[in-house]
Every structure is written in structure tokens, then in C-alpha cells.
């Protein structure tokens, strides 16, 4: 079975502002994939690339085995980060219209719009007209369009963008539901929890550029495991004297300490045990948030480091 989507040495530049720069993705038919980042990454502008919406200035972009293509669209259910619903239109005919602009016949269209709206709690707004909704309703609206049509794949930037944590979870509960169906997903997110909860693999960008891509626990296991946790009593005087910690937080029943290295940990414990009383000691894998934070506060440091002097002007 050929890759949902993929790209090979993608690129596309503003000016002189590079927005993507020799970007590869591999995103495998039946798989969760989040395309993660900062604000101004360089994830909307892939995105947009791979809808056809935008033009690579160079680079090859496959959908399905087969090169990106208003044909291949079809396949795909894209939800903008930006609205394209029709303030004035009642929710239920909307969806009835943008059933029908997919090639679906209106009856069956109309019912599609009916189980969706049942399924993302918004039936009782189905004769509302969408300027009556709150920006979480409409964000649910939105993404009830895009799966209007039943593609395979789904293409959804910045989903749960405006809305409260009970329609975040009611969104992500659907999205497992989907998965569980085999179509593919690719989202965009600067959301970590939502990436570490549904994803099978990521791709982290900053400044246009990939920085990690691959399966997610992979990624989090082999991370470093730099990170351990500790239940205790006694004096806390003694963690911060520990060797090879770099760092001590302190919390009510626990602390977590930060290593130089995970060679450090059973020094730490050998050299904790006759000072303190230890209740639990364990070692943490880093969490998605963790890695972002590192990785892209890594990649900015190296960009704003200046390069070596040549010999000749020392």
C-alpha cells in the first residue's frame, strides 16, 4: 500500500523568508500523524502545499502514490485553520450544501449532517444560523464539514483551536473513533497534549526546518531518560547536594531531579539512601512538551550562534 502523503525536499520561500526548507514527510495510509511546531513554523504553509493551495518552489509532494493534484483532493477532508463557513446559513442546510459540493446526493447529504451534528452535540442548533454559534461550536461545525464527505484522509490544521476542554476531549474521542476506521490524519498543533494522546508519529518543524520525525514513543524513549522521580522524607537539603543533578524542583509529597546524564541515577540513589528515606524512585520519559520545549530552544540557540571567523579575519 503506497504512503497517504509524502514529501520529498519540499520548499517554499516568501521573499527572503524561507517558510519551508527541504522538508521530507513519510505519512504512512491508516496512521495519526502530527505535523508540530511553534507559531510561524512553517506547519500552515505545508500544509497548504500538500491541499494545493500553495505552489512548492520546489520539491515533489505525492498523494497516494500518485503526484498532488486537484484529482487527488478529493480524497482529502481539509479543515483550515481559517473558516470558510457562511455566516448567515442555517447549520443543517450548510452542511446539506458542502455535502452536495463533495458529489454526495442532498438526501444523503442531509443525513450525514443530521448524524454528525447528533454525534458533536450541536443537533439542537441545526436551524441556527452559524453567526448565532460560539467560536468553539463553529470550530465543531467546521470539522463536521470535513468528514461530511467520508474521505480517507483528513487533513486538520489547529482542530481544537477555541474550544473548552470538554469539546477538545468530545473532538479527540471522534478522531480515535476515526482512526479506528483506518483513515489517515494528519493535524497541526502547537498543542503537545493533544499530539502525545492521539499521534502514532510526529514531525517537529521550527523556522521551516525539520528538527524530529519518526514514531513517537520511539522519540520519547530514546530522548534520554534524564529525569527521575523521587518520594521522600527527610531533609530536601540533600537532593540539591546529590551529584550529577542539575536541577531540583520541589513539590508537596515528591521532587523531580534532573540529571547531567542517565548514567547518573544510581549514583544519586547510592548516595541519597543513608540520608534520606526513599519511598519510590523513578526514572521519567521525557514527556512531548519536554522534547518540544528542548529541541526547538536547541535549534534557536544553534541559529543564533554566530559562525567562526575565517582565519584571515582574526
Known amino acids: 500500500m503506497p504512503n497517504a502523503i509524502q514529501l520529498h525536499q519540499v520548499c517554499k520561500a516568501y521573499g527572503e523568508t524561507q ?18 511546531g511553534p507559531n510561524g513554523s512553517g506547519k500552515t504553509t505545508t500544509i497548504r502545499m500538500i491541499m494545493n493551495i ?36 442555517k447549520i443543517l442546510d450548510q452542511l446539506t450544501y458542502f455535502g452536495e459540493l463533495k458529489n454526495v446526493p442532498r438526501a444523503e447529504a442531509r443525513r450525514r449532517g443530521q448524524y454528525w451534528l447528533q454525534r458533536l452535540e450541536l443537533s439542537d442548533w441545526a436551524d441556527k444560523k452559524v453567526n448565532e454559534l460560539s467560536k468553539g ?6 470539522f463536521a464539514v470535513t468528514l461530511l464527505a467520508d474521505p480517507p484522509i483528513l487533513i486538520l490544521d489547529e482542530l481544537t483551536s477555541g474550544l473548552d476542554p470538554v469539546n477538545a476531549s468530545l473532538v ?10 483506518g483513515k489517515t490524519i494528519l493535524f497541526s498543533t502547537h498543542r503537545m497534549e493533544d499530539a502525545e494522546r492521539l499521534c502514532d508519529s510526529i514531525c517537529l518543524i521550527a523556522r521551516g526546518r ?27 537539603q540533600w537532593l ?19 540529571l547531567q546524564s542517565a548514567e547518573a541515577a544510581p549514583e544519586v540513589v547510592r548516595f541519597l539512601a543513608p540520608r534520606v528515606n526513599i519511598r519510590k524512585f523513578e526514572i521519567l520519559v521525557p514527556s512531548l512538551d ?18 567562526r571567523e575565517p582565519a584571515y579575519a582574526r
Not at 20 to 27: H, M, S, T
Not at 56 to 68: F, M, S, T
Not at 137 to 142: E, N
Open 290 to 307: 519536554e522534547i518540544f520545549l528542548t529541541t526547538v530552544a536547541a535549534a534557536q540557540s544553534s541559529a543564533a550562534r554566530p559562525e
Open 54 to 89: 500553495l505552489m512548492p518552489d520546489q520539491g515533489e509532494i505525492q498523494i497516494l502514490g500518485r503526484p498532488a493534484g486537484r484529482k487527488e483532493q478529493d480524497q482529502i477532508g481539509y479543515l483550515p485553520e481559517e473558516r470558510g463557513l457562511y455566516a448567515k446559513m
Open 172 to 181: 479527540r474521542e471522534v478522531l480515535l473513533e476515526l482512526r479506528g476506521q
Open 210 to 236: 525539520k528538527l524530529l520525525d519518526g514514531d513517537l514513543q520511539q522519540i520519547r524513549a530514546g530522548f534520554g531518560k534524564q529525569t527521575v522521580r523521587i518520594e521522600f522524607t527527610g531533609e530536601a
Open 240 to 258: 540539591h547536594q546529590a551529584p550529577g543533578v542539575r536541577k531540583t524542583d520541589l513539590y508537596d509529597s515528591y521532587a523531580e531531579l534532573q
Open 19 to 36: 517558510a519551508v526548507a527541504n522538508l521530507d514527510l513519510c505519512i504512512a495510509a491508516g496512521s495519526v500523524y502530527g505535523l508540530l
Open 137 to 142: 461550536m463553529q470550530q465543531k461545525l467546521q
